[in-house]
């Protein structure tokens, strides 16, 4: 007895201990901005970030930087880049699995304040840690190989008539300091290190990262470990800066410094709009690839709807709430043909979202948001709700609904295609097949789209096919849009308004070709060209020479 009661008192030891060292590590946030891997704060503007599960603000204060700290850090980047663009790929790989490395080292420290800042649960936060850490490692296999440079050689030919032929190789090169703005909805993901970080990293681009004020403290966090393995793997400082902003003037000025060359962006029409015409107006207008709104349309065909409505409306009751419906692939409009089906669809749907619990939003603002267009768009003409959550809910958590309306007055009112960023969605009924095309092609640029059919029904709806794949970036069949595969096949883009550029994805290994641009050499000694384009191959990657695909040298 005594013996057990010794090993409980250890055990409990041990537990208090954990929960001392958690505390004290978290009291490690500065709250300060990383100027390359310089600490500093020389700003008065301070804010802090708000616990939505808790309903209370957490205790860390950050310093919003300054114009001085900004323009220290555009300058460090233009002097990073220098060197940094010319850094071999396996460095560069080496550099990035670092990164990744130092994530996974702050374990349970970036766990709890990543679910502090969010109100996301710690499920969600080991899983989005384990597709960041993914993405750099990803993207580190790509640079390491070295054949994504899409090298490409035309060889001269001195005796050609009437004129020599020159010699023309081709690579693609890195753009220069890169603008990240972090992503309210993805703390990890797509934020300090996330996407956009890892593949302009991986291009041989500096970045700077405009840190999203609702989880700063987890930005920083990711921001040291990016700093550490800066530091271990002896990159140039000023190739990664992290700057605490409480609005949007931080950003602004970032996207105005003429030292920046582009900017990654993840969030709403109107930020990413913005930001997009003040790039425009630059006396050197620079791209932005911003990823912004989309309802993600879900069409829902007779025969399947038929067969199987129950079950669908099961599905996607559960796919409209995931993540309190806080996923950019929600899918927040349903199409179908008036039938007996639809009707049974609508029907179970209604019943079936209301019995799932809600759940807590990312900040209060968002809260807001949500509930003022959900308000907006049912108060429009011809809206019926068909379910609404109404018992009492904590403070931050969000009721779901659902509601119907027909095709004719979707197609007169585009206050109806209004994103509802929650577990909300539109079910459109449509008289016919001809309006439900007429819908699809009134629709605006979309992430996803998807199709859920019947066996060998696809094929007697070929216009509704089309219709939707030029209004999207992705279409699924038989699925659900929420949940984004990162792989090097994925589209995660789409026409305006679901990003700026429909030639690009956010997501997966292609991202990189945001930040780079073609650059061609002619007539070139060979030994001053970079290493993809000698004669010899010496990194033995793959090429195109004369239009056939090689890894040979050339003699």
Known sequence: MQKYLLSKKVAYKRVNFKKKYLKNKLRMITGKNYIGNKLSAKGNKTFTTFNPELNQENESVFTEATTEEINEAVSLATKAYKEYSKISGTKKAAFLNAIADEILALDDVLIKTYCSESGLPEGRANGERGRTVGQLRGFANLIAAGSWVDATIDKGDATREPQPKPDIRK?????GPVVVFGASNFPLAFSTAGGDTAAALAAGCPVLVKSHPMHAGTGELIATAVIKAAEKTKMPNGVFSNLNSSGIEVGQKLVSNSGVKAVGFTGSIKGGRALYDLAAKREEPIPVFAEMGSINPVVLLPKALQNRAVNIATIYAGSITVGTGQFCTNPGLLLGIKSEGLTTFVHTLSEEIVKINPSVMLHPNIKKGYLNNKEKVVSQKGVSVTANFTEDVKANYAQQAVVTVNGSEFLKNTTLHLEVFGPFSMVVQCENEAELENVIDHLEGQLTGTIIADDNELENHTNIVNALQNRVGRIIFNGVPTGVEVCES???????????????????????????????????????????????????ILRSIDGKKSTEKIN
């Open 171 to 175: 690579l693609n090169f890195p753009l």
């Open 490 to 540: 994925m589209v995660h883009g789409g026409p305006y308004p679901a990003s700026t550029d429909s030639r690009f994805t956010a997501v997966g290994v292609g991202s990189i070709k945001r930040w780079v641009r073609p650059f061609s050499y002619q007539d070139w000694p060979n030994n001053l060209l970079p290493d993809e384009l000698k004669n010899e191959n010496p990194l033995g």
